[in-house]
């Protein structure tokens, strides 16, 4: 007998409408301006973007999938990956890091992550070391980086390229460096839910090679830096600069966004207390809780039991990659943890602009009275 929802998990109307002005003025101006395609807009947002996170260069696309395709495409044009190479991808992220990977013709070798962060396990990350491993994708999963310098240094002494999939982490930083300036090149994802969001999809690749950035922004538009002159086979993947007018908009608000979500999870942390849930471990560095996620062995039944009292979650995500039909080829592989987390992790909600401070402590008090 579910309530009607009381605590939504998320609203992208709320999320938008204290920027709605701003936003609509942005995309008039764009309208106005007879470019659609490249431009002022879109070079404005990337000089910013790259600016916020700390690297020399940003370069916008269509998504955050195409960012890690057009990275891995790029070192494969550059010729320091080929088709047939290992990347060290989590056995937990989404299913998008993957599929960068495996398009690209690479092949991704599953890594457990460390279950307290959900993020790669470096000891793990350390013994899948072949001879044919080319790269290591680290995914900043829900917003967290963790143990970062080893990892660069496990990346450095071996030789291998470090890739960043930032989708879920702009803002956060460990050792004061921030998401997209850690390894040597990072995607990040501007999907409407994430916790800078577009208005529809849109992407972006930093780095701090300059050779790399222009492969990417190559490879982005058709293989071409000059028109009519084609030097990849490449793709269609492009950041608006009506999408880049308004994400410009919400880069200046980030710190502030990411503050008050770090607000929400210290409330969590204080107010829950049931001996059934694991709450978040506390790590070094700034987490920007792009997600909020408790673990349960009970989850299905403790989903159930707030849902029943008003509060909707979300899990993130229910199966992992190599139990995917699309990855058969995998589904022999023993993956304890991902199985684990899959069936174990639950979001709450987390969205400043669908969750008052208030709501986060009466959704804690409904988890406290929890009993499996
Ligand atoms: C959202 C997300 C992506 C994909 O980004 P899109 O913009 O939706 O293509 C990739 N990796 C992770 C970890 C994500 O959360």
Known sequence: MSQPIKYPFLRLDNVNRPYADEL???????????????????????AALAEYCGT???????????????IFQAYIELGQLKPGDEVIVPSNTYIASILAVSQCGLKPVFVEPDPSTHCLDNENTEKAITK???????????????????????????????????????????????????????????????????I???????????????????????GSLKQYHNIYQGFNSRLDPIQAAMLGIKLKNIDNENKSRIRLAEIYNNEIKNHTIIKPAQTPGRHVYHQYVIRCLHRDKLREFLLGNGVETAIHYPTPPHRQPCYKEYANLKLPVADMLAAQVLSLPISPHCTSIQQAKEISEIINRFQP
Do not use: M
């Open 200 to 222: 529809g999809d849109a992407g972006a690749v930093t780095t701090n090679n300059a050779e790399l950035a222009q492969a990417v922004r190559a490879l982005g538009n058709y």
């Open 56 to 70: 020399a260069h940003a370069v916008g696309t269509g998504n955050g999938l195409d960012a890690l395709r057009l």
């Open 24 to 46: 609509k003025a942005a995309c008039a101006q764009v309208i106005d301006s007879g470019r659609y395609i490249g431009g002022q807009e879109t070079a404005k947002f990337e």
């Open 132 to 198: 044919s491993t080319k790269a290591i994708l680290t995914v900043h999963l829900y917003g967290r980086i963790a143990k970062s310098s080893e990892l660069t240094e496990i990346a450095n002494r071996h030789g291998l390229i470090l890739v960043e999939d930032c989708a879920q982490a702009i803002g956060a930083d460990e050792n004061d460096i921030k998401a997209g300036a850690i390894g040597h090149a990072a995607a990040f994802s501007f999907y409407p839910t994430k916790n800078i969001g577009a």
